[in-house]
């Protein structure tokens, strides 16, 4: 059963009590990157393996997100800067220990490519804390994987 989350403003990501930061570059452009974000949100799972679905919600100002492991986390779209940044709060969750979330993606122009940073803002309890630290590097080879799989989705070069 979903439990709802503390509701968290976009200085969340600056404020967190806990907040991985991964970065990457990709060849795509910024405005094709963000488009693969914020506009083709079903495709998420074609390049993002830890998602399994998802899908907009209130009319795109929301998603419903499943993940590997059985969990789902409504969210609610917190930014949408095209080329620049998507940002979405979880509202509702089934994951443990879970009590905020504020998730960020930057996108910069890196010479004809986009330079990609993912901040992953939260706050729980400390079994929660405690084990997100223990992921960061999983997280991190997720999110290197998840990009370069998108890169070549947005790009068409070969894997």
Avoid: C, Q
């Avoid at 991190?140 to 070069?157: C, E, I, M, P, Q």
Wanted: hydrophobic share 40%; charged share 25%.
């Amino acid at each position: 059963m979903p439990r709802r989350l503390r509701s968290v403003e976009l200085e969340f990501v600056d404020t967190a009590p806990l907040k991985l930061v991964f970065a990457a570059e990709v060849a795509a452009a910024p405005e094709e990157v963000y488009r693969a974000l914020a506009d083709d949100v079903p495709g998420w799972p074609g390049w993002f393996t830890a998602v399994t679905a998802a899908r907009p919600t209130e009319g795109g100002a929301g998603r419903e997100v499943r993940l590997r492991g059985g969990f789902v986390i409504h969210e609610t779209i917190m930014a949408a800067e095209p080329g620049k940044r998507y940002a979405y709060r979880a509202d509702r969750t089934n994951a443990p220990g879970m009590r905020a979330l504020l998730e960020e993606w930057r996108l910069t122009p890196a010479g004809t490519g986009t330079m990609v940073r993912w901040t992953f803002a939260a706050d729980g309890s400390a079994p929660f804390r405690y084990t997100l630290r223990l992921a960061r590097s999983g997280m991190g080879r997720s999110f290197r994987d998840a990009v370069r799989k998108l890169d070549r989705r947005l790009t068409g070069s070969a894997p």
